[in-house]
């Protein structure tokens, strides 16, 4: 099992940039896929980005492709997501999610695929 903390968040003006980290608990960090996903009020929360966990796999949600990068320290237990070009539109909670898995190279695009979820840190981009 493990605990996902999040952290980095905070209100930025648009253009600029946030560098999100995902702290993770648990002795076997480097068996788990990692995704970041975000939810905006009212809205569904949605997919943002997954690194498998070799952290040789990535990918991205076309609105960040570009602009957001996902990285992993396995040796830190941790999962980081570099922002730039922020735009408002980017407003919402970030969640970083685990998911438990053999495979080095798979990464995961839908909430139903994790296993584990963190709590949560706000971004706000303001124009």
């Known amino acids: 099992q493990v605990q996902v903390v999040e952290s980095g968040g905070g209100l930025v003006q648009a253009g600029g940039s946030l560098r999100l980290s995902c702290a993770a608990s648990g002795r076997t960090f480097s068996s788990y896929a990692m995704g970041w996903f975000r939810q905006a009020p009212g809205k569904e929360r949605e997919f943002v980005a997954a690194i498998s966990w070799s952290g040789s796999s990535t990918y991205y949600a076309d609105s960040v492709k570009g602009r957001f990068t996902i990285s992993r320290d396995n040796a830190r237990n941790t999962v980081f997501l570099q922002m730039n070009s922020l735009k408002p539109e980017d407003t919402a909670v970030y969640y970083c999610?685990?998911?438990?898995?053999?495979?080095?190279?798979?990464?995961?695009?839908?909430?139903?695929?994790?296993?584990?979820w963190g709590q949560g840190t706000q971004v706000t981009v303001s124009s």
């Open positions: 999610a685990a998911k438990n898995i053999r495979s080095a190279t798979s990464v995961y695009t839908a909430r139903k695929d994790y296993d584990y």
